[in-house]
């Protein structure tokens, strides 16, 4: 495996490839990384600040081959995103092993002005210990079901984030 060491630093230029120009992707489950990108153009300070030091809660709604992400930064902030671990490369992926009920999935949010393409902050975050384990275990039953997602995504486009955020019974997250 070539792993090689990068450094992000707050205002410098992103050096990843952002998956959406406003919204959020889960760069979850590969050798070497697992972040959270929240991608705005224009990013004001109180945006900024909700999502760098804010409150966080998530969740998940798995249903047949989907595993759809939620995160709520504050009260307002909400975005959902599709997971699909089968789209990473078998030698690649990094599926943890859980070894006990107290484990949690650690991740770091990106934090990116898309106008920009500069990095206007970090945060380490955990997801709650049962969150944690649903997950993981959303990801095994998907990585064996071999249906695609589109139908399935197309169900919940038209469900306002509010609502989605519900389903997902969103959890707080910690650290």
């Known amino acids: 495996m070539n792993q090689h060491l990068m450094t992000l630093t707050r205002g410098g230029q992103y050096p990843y490839r952002v998956a959406t120009r406003e919204g959020a992707s889960a760069q979850f489950l590969m050798h070497g990384h697992d972040f959270l990108q929240v991608c705005m153009p224009n990013i004001t300070k109180t945006e900024e600040a909700r999502i760098i030091k804010g409150g966080l809660k998530a969740g998940l709604i798995q249903d047949g081959p989907l595993i759809l992400l939620l995160f709520q930064f504050g009260d307002e902030l909400i975005f ?96």
């Open 80 to 175: 959902e995103c599709p997971f699909d671990a089968r789209l990473i490369a078998p030698d690649r992926r990094n599926l943890p092993n859980l070894t006990n009920d107290r484990q949690r999935f650690f991740f770091d949010i990106h934090l990116v002005d898309t106008a920009t393409n500069k990095i206007r902050g970090f945060r380490g975050i955990t997801l709650p210990t049962g969150l944690t384990v649903k997950f993981f275990a959303a990801v095994q039953d998907q990585l064996v079901d071999r249906r695609g997602q589109d139908a399935f995504i197309r169900k919940y486009q038209q469900t306002p984030l509010p609502s989605l955020a519900q389903l997902a019974k969103l959890e707080i997250c910690g650290l």
